[in-house]
């Protein structure tokens, strides 16, 4: 289920160090219980507080580009993969959130503040600058027989701030939500975790219906954007 963590602390860490302690501690999705939860939702605050690693690592990334230094990195509309840890893998990726109506994806097909959606993927995410978007959560039965059109027992959970010195938790395939947008520009940090493999879903929020099925592919992100812009 979704849960948060709210931490006190105003220590930082480096992103070096950030990979370096999740590394030593996730094993894989096993990692994922309780005690260790509140471990790296600690870590991704105390990197959090770190005001100064992604504007490092972006104008590091910017000169080399410039310089036509292959780096591997990898940029979406909207977030930024940060790191890739292949085995067991993790990633961290930054993701930014415009307020409604300043910043429109292309056609605007794909539009995040309406599309009430799950994911199959366990993940913690942060408050890193901004006010913060507000999310709506829900809570569903997961199934493999479940398709557009089903039932899915959706249920409200209310509706939640991301406040800086807290850590959201999500569950995958269990937890949806709906992102609300910011008052102003505003990033978030996310620590994500491998796929299960289950179909993930996009809902009516109205009904509790299954609107699309978005099946499982070894690369996620491109799967799901490609399958939601198609059905617009």
Known sequence: MTYSFSFSS????SLATFIERVKLKYHGLESLHEHQLHYFALQLQLLANNKYFLTEL???????????????????NDSLVVYVNKSPFFQV????????????HQNDKLNVYRCLHDHNFAFLTTNYYGPGYTSRFYHYDYADKLEAGCDANLAFNGAHPLRRGEVIYYEPSKDAHLQVAPKAFSISLNLM??????KQFVFNAANGRIVQ?????????KQFIKELTSAV
Do not use: M
Not at 10 to 13: D, W
Not at 58 to 76: C, F, M, N, P
Not at 193 to 198: A, D, H
Not at 213 to 219: F, G, I, K, M
């Open 10 to 13: 105003k220590g930082a860490i």
């Open 58 to 76: 972006v104008s590091e990334r910017v000169l080399k580009d410039a310089l036509q230094v292959d780096i591997g990195s990898k940029y979406g």
């Open 93 to 104: 990726r930054a993701c930014f959130w415009h307020p409604e109506g300043e910043y429109q």
């Open 193 to 198: 975790f491998e796929t299960n493999g289950n």
């Open 213 to 221: 099925t978005v099946t499982s592919s070894n690369d996620v992100a």
